[in-house]
């Protein structure tokens, strides 16, 4: 596993600490691999999701640290989501 990944899972097990997340999305960070999370937690591993959101490792990391938008880098094309839009804005809204 990346240290990439690593850091990933470690930082979205702090934001989802105690959140209400009922679904499955699956962060696939581009050139070092994927992330899952459900009602777990977050976990390295590329399984089925409900919805895939793919962007960049600095991307990615702008996102958990606060300085970018998940919106804002939807839109600006930094995020591309594939799957239920619904749960993709559910869980901006707990990482938010």
């Known amino acids: 596993m990346s240290d990439v990944i690593s850091e990933a899972v470690t930082a979205l097990n702090a934001k989802m600490d105690g959140a ?3 679904g499955t999305a699956k962060f696939v960070i581009e050139d ?3 992330v899952m999370i459900d009602s777990d937690g977050a976990r390295a591993a ?3 999701a409900d ?3 793919t962007a960049s490792a600095e991307t990615f990391k702008a ?3 606060g300085d970018e938008n998940p919106t804002a ?3 600006t094309g930094k995020l591309s989501v594939d799957g239920d839009m619904g749960m ?3 869980l901006a809204g707990v990482l938010g």
Do not use: H, N, R, S
């Open 20 to 22: 209400d997340f009922d």
């Open 32 to 34: 070092e691999g994927a």
């Open 46 to 48: 590329d399984d089925e």
């Open 51 to 53: 919805v895939t959101l």
């Open 63 to 65: 996102i958990l640290e």
């Open 73 to 75: 880098a939807f839109m």
């Open 88 to 90: 993709a804005m559910k």
